[in-house]
């Protein structure tokens, strides 16, 4: 079947996208990417207009989901190429990204925009100033999320292997628009992440929740990397053909691409079990050297594959102990549906791995959906699959593992505390993994998990999120068969 076939089909079972935007400049609320509005000035957030005129607003992204039309015009409409003289050849750090298509625009442009609509605090001095910084690095090229982070962890009932953990995480993700052509159709880009944290009473490497408990989940999804300031992707990257066709190369984190869903944003704001925030079965390597390639033909169907090493050490050169005995490859196919059978939007996507370990190859597969469930409906259900032959097994631990759960989304209010823009929801999950038979010694070949987390956001850019795991059977276990872990994290993004 030709692809131009394949995607008239698609866009056949799709709703029209919402209207285009007004001439006049408004603030957009992003209402978690689905339902982008434009605001009344009573709804804006003191903390937004003080640090950012609307005429500048490049509207927060969610990664998962397609940017919707009404924020990717207001980006297009407001290009700063379209108010200067004649332009030849190309711009340097421009103020506005090239093109993408929808879904890889939501991957690859984080947009300007950190101060949101907030129910209990709209103004304050962290959040005007984060949006006046952001604000001013975009005008030459640089957009960026900040995620800063505390995190308290205790484990009960306590024995003497199992501590009370405090730890701080924090995680810079960003893109560099170096350069872009006259008409917006091509460009360059570098992308960053640079992870750090510290605690009380913790070492990642020596002293955890997943340690204490011997799981093979890791319950503190929050942990980010090792000691000082770490690098898990610095890469060049390219786009062209009216933003269809992205590659990029150097050392990446291919999670930040791959496997992406919306109603498991991750540890903060998000379930924080690691297991929820990507297959545990699937090896998506991060801080190693490697290349990446999307391609998004139509609006509603996307492909990427990536290629990296697996071997590289935290905080490692990327390029000392390259073989290709440690090596990985992965490809991803998405099905983007903005109406499906009338439950709402969903997105279906399909993934496909070999991966060299020690010269053993193996392959795995996994499946990857997020269905919203009632087509105005604030709830989401969301499901990993994942299965690896032996081989590919032992480079993650995990032979076989599925994760399932529910998002209810900022369901109560119009304005204010649970509105449709905060990050404020409850997420439900539930974890199965089955251990590859190189997690020796085990107590257990199965593990189950359960997991209740909300969210509750205080200022336009801070949260508190209370979170509680039961983890069923670790398959390590010392002490007793499963323990409640009790997680509480208060959370700064800018």
């Known amino acids: ?23 006049d400049p408004s603030y957009i609320d992003t209402s978690y990417g689905w339902r982008p509005v434009l605001m009344e ?81 709209c103004q304050d001095m962290v959040s005007t100033g984060a949006q006046k910084i952001k604000r001013f690095l975009s005008h030459y090229g640089f957009q960026y999320d900040l995620t800063m982070s505390y995190n308290y962890t205790a484990i009960h009932p306590r024995t003497r292997h199992r501590n009370d953990f405090s730890s701080f995480n924090h995680s810079l993700t960003g893109t560099w628009f170096l350069a872009k052509d006259c008409d917006n159709s091509q460009g360059v880009f570098l992308t960053m992440e640079a992870d750090w944290g510290q605690g009380t009473n913790f070492s990642e490497r020596r002293s955890s929740a997943q340690s204490s408990l ?19 992707q610095l890469a060049l990257g390219y786009s062209g053909f009216d933003g269809k066709w992205v590659a990029m190369a150097g050392t990446l984190d291919v ?10 944003p991750g540890w903060a704001g998000g379930l924080m079990n690691q297991s929820f925030g990507s297959n545990p079965a699937l090896l998506l390597p991060w801080a190693n050297l490697g290349f990446l390639t999307a391609w998004q033909p139509c609006e509603n169907f996307y492909a990427m594959y990536a290629t990296t090493s697996t071997n590289t050490g935290v905080n490692q050169n990327p390029f000392s102990d390259l073989s290709a005995n440690y090596w990985m490859h992965i490809a991803e196919a998405g099905f983007i549906m903005d109406d499906v059978l009338g439950m709402g939007a969903g997105t279906y996507r399909l993934q496909y791995t070999m991966i060299d370990h020690g010269g053993d190859m193996g392959l795995g597969f996994g499946l990857n959906l997020q269905q919203q469930v009632g087509k105005n409906s604030p709830l989401g259900f969301f499901t990993r699959v994942g299965f690896m032959d032996q081989d590919a097994a032992a480079a993650t631990g995990t032979k076989a593992a599925a994760t399932a759960g529910l998002m209810l989304q900022a369901p109560f209010r119009k304005s204010g505390w649970g509105s449709r823009s905060n990050y404020d929801n409850v997420s439900l999950g539930f974890l199965w993994q089955r251990a590859a038979s190189s997690e020796k010694p085990m107590a257990n070949k199965d593990e189950y998990g359960l997991e209740l987390s909300a969210v509750v956001q205080v200022t336009p850019t801070f949260f508190l999120q209370p979170d509680v795991q039961y983890i069923f059977n ?21």
């Open 41 to 121: 000035i009573i709804e804006v957030p003191v903390s937004l207009k003080d640090a950012m005129p609307a005429g500048e607003q490049m509207a927060r992204r969610h990664s998962g989901l397609s940017t919707a039309p009404a924020v990717i015009n207001q980006t297009r409409s407001r290009d700063e190429d379209t108010g200067k003289a004649p332009c030849h050849g190309w711009r340097f750090l421009p103020s506005t990204p090239q093109k993408f298509m929808p879904y890889l625009d939501a991957l690859f442009v984080p947009g300007n925009t950190c101060v949101e609509p907030c129910g209990i605090i």
């Open 214 to 232: 011997g799981s093979l989940c890791n319950p503190q999804g929050s942990l980010r990397g090792g000691k000082g300031v770490f690098l898990p």
């Open 1 to 23: 079947m030709k692809v131009t076939s394949l995607c008239y089909m698609l866009a056949a079972t799709t709703v029209a996208g919402t209207a285009a935007a007004q001439q």
């Open 255 to 264: 999670s930040n691409y791959l496997d992406q869903n919306a109603y498991t």
């Open 474 to 494: 670790p398959i390590h276990a010392t002490d007793k068969d499963g323990a409640f872990v009790l997680q509480m994290q208060g959370v700064f993004k800018f």
